[in-house]
């Protein structure tokens, strides 16, 4: 019984051994790197790097056509022919549909013929008359007859073209060649003023279109580089520019800016119409490869101006520099510093001047 309680004390007293050993080692490095009093930081080394600096403004985006008409009537009526359906392709000036135009028809024929009776009227006058004034009161009187005849002539034919107008207004044709990507009326269904029938698009001359607050409408400009990523393809990027800015913000929310970004073909991926994905715009690049750095390597002080921490012999210290292009990811450093530039081992670590470097590898 006293061996085992002899071992079981031997056995704790080992184990509290080495913690007061691995205690006792922290103390003397701790010991050993601020024995002059001045405290130390754990940071790695960084070089700049030679790279082509790219600043961009990212939006989300969907497909669409350049070319897209939804299609109505300018009168109601009932739909009476349907020429299409869902993805057939039509020429430009094509009929696509028609309302029921019996009534109207009927109207023209009206019209037309009292159109047709008041010129006969003005004829008939004017071959009875012309060479007898005499017989209505005189040339005054003659002219005052001749224009009311003119006049009447003149509003049976505006009549009559507006009933020619009235059926016009009951026919649809395709404004441009393309495909019907919707039908939204059936044979028999009356259809108002304005209501979409037929939506046509041209699916061979599409566009990525974005919306932009205002601030970063700012930076855009006609046939800057576009790169575009869908949903539907993954690791493919899509390249284009910028071809259309509006003149105005959106009509629905008045605060954001519709542009459209042309998209280059890909033999192995295909941009449908309503596909969605994201862009990205270039709107500055450096010229060529820059001394850069990592962009939250280089810091500001409170007057807004850059500076990098380096080492002076074993101590932290700022150094003030002057950057170019802050990027995406990189910014262009234009003076590097002759010394080298140190940041925190990790994001944990907030570099301070004055403070001993513990140099890390990472």
């Known amino acids: 019984m006293k061996k085992n309680i002899f071992k079981t004390i031997t056995h704790t007293f080992r184990k509290y051994l080495w913690v007061l050993a691995l205690i006792g080692l922290f103390l003397g490095m701790r010991w050993f790197y601020s024995r002059d009093g001045v405290q130390t930081l ?16 990212s939006a989300s985006g969907k497909v669409k056509s350049q070319n897209s008409a939804d299609l109505s009537f300018n009168t109601s009526g009932r739909v009476s022919y349907l020429g299409i359906k869902k993805g057939d392709t039509v020429k430009k000036g094509q009929l696509l549909a028609r309302l029921d135009t019996s009534i ?15 010129v006969r009227n003005r004829e008939l006058f004017v071959q009875q008359y012309d060479s007898h004034r005499n017989s209505v009161g005189g040339d005054d009187e003659y002219n005052i007859m001749l224009r009311k005849n003119d006049e009447m002539v003149s509003q049976a034919e505006a009549a009559y073209q507006g009933q020619l107008d009235a059926i016009n207004n009951s026919y649809i044709y395709a404004s441009f060649e393309g495909v019907v990507t919707d039908v939204k009326k059936e044979l028999g269904e009356n259809a108002a003023p304005g209501e979409v029938v037929v939506k046509v698009e041209n699916l061979n001359n599409i566009i990525f279109e974005i919306a932009l607050d205002q601030e970063d409408y700012g930076y855009m400009k006609i046939g800057q580089f576009a790169k575009v990523e869908l949903d539907a393809y ?14 105005y913000a959106d009509g629905i929310s008045g605060t954001t800016f519709t542009i459209e970004i042309s998209l280059d073909k890909k033999e192995e991926s295909t941009p449908l119409v309503g596909m969605t994905g994201d ?31 380096v080492l ?24 590097v510093p002759d010394k080298q530039i140190v940041v925190g081992l990790n994001d ?15």
């Open 42 to 57: 754990a940071v790695k080394i960084v070089t700049p790097e030679k790279k082509v600096i790219e600043k961009t403004i």
């Open 104 to 118: 109207v028809d009927k109207n023209i024929q009206y019209y037309k013929d009292a159109r047709d009776i008041a």
């Open 234 to 247: 993954s690791n493919v990027e899509f390249t284009g520019k910028v071809t259309s800015l509006p003149l």
């Open 279 to 309: 862009a990205k715009v270039v709107v500055n690049k450096t010229e060529g490869e820059v001394s850069s750095l990592f962009y939250d390597q280089v810091l500001f002080d409170d007057n807004d101006k850059p500076y990098v921490f």
């Open 312 to 335: 002076d012999g074993n101590l932290i210290k700022k150094q003030s520099i002057e950057i170019g292009l802050e990027g995406d990811i990189y910014t262009e450093i234009k003076t």
């Open 348 to 362: 944990k670590i907030e570099v301070k001047e004055g403070y001993k470097a513990n140099i890390m590898s990472k």
